[in-house]
């Protein structure tokens, strides 16, 4: 993944400092920045290139801060790197979702032990500095929903896929076809890999945001988003344009419960009712239908 950098100096009086630096990381959260270091004067945050925007992050610090401090910053580039090496290399214990579901390391894993079908659905996912594995609670509310939906004969839109794994879990549950896209070219050759691992020949992976759908002829059935409230928002209006009709699904989770209401007013505007949330300690997923 390709990161930017913010080096954030915060002015304020010492005993402000800890709040000040809470407060500007929820600004930063809002403008699409995902993780934070604490330094002697403020804070070092990271998002990634495409989706960092200088307004919105302007906006936010100026709507977040108290007053009494004061904020500057600078950008830089962060080297390309596989943010999760230590972590591949290390692995992950076997994830069950549900009765019938198991998510494995496939780096960790001898695949040959689970010939033949004993009922149980396995997927193999091997994470190239991809998100997508089962650990993450987003993850695992979206498969769950996915084990209630009848898929038998449906086609699946998988928008930022990551690993793959819901699409991957989608076409193991029946789908007769899946397309996946992400803006990250290590993620959408990672799940390449992993639809090829898990013997999945009827999934497709594009690289690009959400603007590849404008180059898509077919409709959907089913469109599940794992993905940053700011970018499920922003394009709302693009996944309308791929799904098939009235009663089409989309599935949306990668965003806090409080949440839940910015993303059933643009679901709204759309065409889309929400039927139901389903949580996660602070994480949400969320099933909306279209309805015309």
């Known amino acids: 993944m390709k990161y930017f950098v913010?080096?954030?100096?915060?002015?304020?009086e010492a005993e402000l400092m800890q709040p000040a630096r809470e407060l500007l990381s929820a600004a930063a959260c809002e403008a699409g920045f995902e993780a934070f270091e604490d330094t002697d004067?403020?804070?070092?945050?990271?998002?990634?290139?495409?989706?960092?925007?200088?307004?919105?992050?302007?906006e936010a610090i100026a709507d977040y801060m108290p007053e009494g401090a004061t904020?500057?910053?600078?950008?830089?580039?962060?080297?390309?790197?596989?943010?999760?090496?230590?972590?591949?290399?290390?692995?992950?214990?076997?994830?069950?979702?549900?009765?019938?579901?198991?998510?494995y390391d496939a780096k960790h894993t001898d695949m040959n032990m689970f010939a033949g079908n004993d009922g149980v659905m396995r997927i193999f996912i091997e994470a190239r500095n991809a998100f997508g594995t089962g650990t993450h609670q987003t993850t695992r509310m979206i498969l769950r929903r996915l084990l209630?939906?009848?898929?038998?004969?449906?086609?699946?839109?998988?928008?930022?896929?990551?690993?793959?794994?819901?699409?991957?879990?989608?076409?193991?549950?029946?789908?007769?076809?899946?397309?996946?896209?992400?803006?990250?070219?290590?993620?959408?050759?990672?799940a390449k890999h992993n639809a090829e691992l898990n013997g999945v020949k009827n999934m497709d992976v594009l690289l690009g945001d959400a603007s590849v759908l404008s180059g898509v002829q077919d409709k959907f059935d089913l469109v599940v988003a794992n993905?940053?409230?700011?970018?499920?928002?922003?394009?709302?209006?693009?996944?309308?344009?791929?799904?098939?009709?009235?009663g089409t699904k989309l599935i949306l989770s990668g965003f806090y419960t409080?949440?839940?209401?910015?993303?059933?007013?643009?679901a709204a505007a759309n065409g889309?009712?929400?039927?139901?949330?389903?949580?996660?300690?602070?994480?949400?997923?969320?099933?909306?239908e279209l309805s015309l």
Request: with cysteine; hydrophobic share 40%; glycine share 12%.
């Open 148 to 190: 209630g939906i009848g898929l038998n004969g449906k086609t699946v839109l998988d928008c930022g896929c990551g690993t793959g794994i819901l699409g991957i879990a989608a076409s193991k549950m029946g789908a007769k076809k899946v397309l996946g896209y992400d803006i990250d070219e290590w993620s959408s050759e990672n």
């Open 258 to 266: 409080t949440d839940v209401p910015m993303l059933q007013e643009a």
């Open 41 to 58: 004067g403020g804070l070092l945050g990271y998002v990634q290139r495409p989706l960092f925007n200088k307004e919105a992050l302007d």
């Open 227 to 246: 993905i940053n409230r700011n970018i499920l928002i922003n394009d709302m209006t693009a996944f309308r344009g791929v799904m098939r009709g009235n």
């Open 6 to 12: 913010a080096n954030f100096k915060i002015e304020c």
């Open 71 to 103: 904020v500057t910053y600078d950008v830089e580039e962060v080297p390309d790197q596989d943010w999760n090496q230590g972590w591949e290399d290390e692995g992950f214990e076997p994830i069950g979702v549900g009765d019938h579901l198991i998510i």
């Open 272 to 288: 889309l009712q929400l039927k139901d949330v389903v949580e996660d300690g602070e994480w949400a997923c969320a099933l909306f």
